[in-house]
């Protein structure tokens, strides 16, 4: 039985699906979309996991916002 992907990977993959659905617009070679889906991907989870640190709400704000409208 396989062993399921990371979190991380897990990510990193959706985001390569989108990089290589969007090929008519940036056109990157099989290595650079690679390498652009880890990239977003770090910086995501870096972003996340400053939000925890941080304890910053402004998430939680715009979906008060959204809800209310």
Known sequence: MKKPLAVRD???VHLLQAIICKREVIRPSPKEAAKLAV???DCLMN???RKKRENISY???WCAK???Q
């Open 39 to 41: 990239e977003h991907t």
């Open 10 to 12: 897990s990510i990193a």
């Open 66 to 68: 959204k809800v209310l």
């Open 59 to 61: 998430l939680e704000d």
């Open 47 to 49: 972003e996340l996991d």
